[in-house]
């Protein structure tokens, strides 16, 4: 189906932990995006890709490491997790306006 | 930068009509985009306006005026389903990238 997809849904992790989030789109488009979204702050850029092997960084990095070695996938490793990066993760794909994928919620305890 | 103001929460009766304003402060407009958003649930697409003037689409409107830095979205004859966030959204220079306002909870009563 096409769509975009992120894996898990669901992640319990602890402090300190390698965590990598996966987003997966079908429509072949250049830009990919990742958000964090917690109350009071809304959508936040964490990183973005125009396309394969090109990434830059938005508002939060921080902690965050992102890749794009095929157009279709990009992955967000979180490297160390902290208690403070629980959060519900989106993903995203755009031709114009953005496709958000279903979301990663993660608790790091 | 940019700077977005939405109205953090709004309610609403249904089958009435609600407007939910967006002002925005950039220094390079490349389009503004609402977003709806139920809980729990990822944002979805509902708008896009990148010159001045109403789109309209079935029960729902979106206006720009660029020269005010100002949006609104407009929903007509209100279903309990509306019932959800609604997020602008600036697109500033020649990239694909947005910054999001906070988002407008909006709350349909009976």
């Known amino acids: 189906d096409a769509g975009i997809t992120q894996s898990p849904r669901y992640k319990i992790t602890e402090t300190g932990r390698q965590v990598t989030l996966m987003c997966h789109q079908t429509?072949?488009?250049?830009?990919m995006f990742w958000y964090r979204q917690d109350l009071g702050h809304g959508l936040r850029l964490i990183y973005y890709?125009?396309?394969?092997?090109?990434?830059d960084k938005g508002e939060v990095p921080d902690g965050y490491v992102v890749s794009r070695s095929k157009t279709e996938n990009f992955p967000l490793t979180l490297e160390s997790a902290t208690r403070s990066q629980t959060s519900v993760y989106f993903c995203?794909?755009?031709?114009?306006?953005?496709?958000f994928g279903p979301g990663t919620r993660l608790t790091v305890t | 930068g940019q700077n977005i103001d939405q109205p953090t929460e709004m309610t609403a009766t249904e089958g009435a009509i609600v407007q939910i304003n967006c002002t925005y402060q950039?220094?390079?407009?490349?389009?503004l985009f609402w977003y709806q958003q139920h809980a729990g649930e990822a944002p979805t697409f509902l708008s896009y306006?990148?010159?001045?003037g109403l789109e309209e689409k079935g029960r729902f409107s979106s206006f720009l005026s660029r020269s005010k830095g100002y949006s609104y979205l407009l929903l007509k004859e209100l279903q309990m389903k509306d019932s959800a966030s609604y997020l602008c959204?600036?697109?500033?220079?020649?990239?694909?990238?947005?910054?999001f306002g906070t988002g407008t909870k909006l709350q349909v009563i009976p």
């Open positions: 995203a794909s755009s031709g114009g306006e953005q496709y």
């Open positions: 429509w072949s488009h250049s830009y």
């Open positions: 890709s125009a396309a394969a092997d090109i990434t």
């Open positions: 950039t220094s390079g407009f490349n389009g």
């Open positions: 306006n990148v010159l001045d």
């Open positions: 959204a600036v697109r500033e220079g020649g990239y694909q990238k947005v910054t």
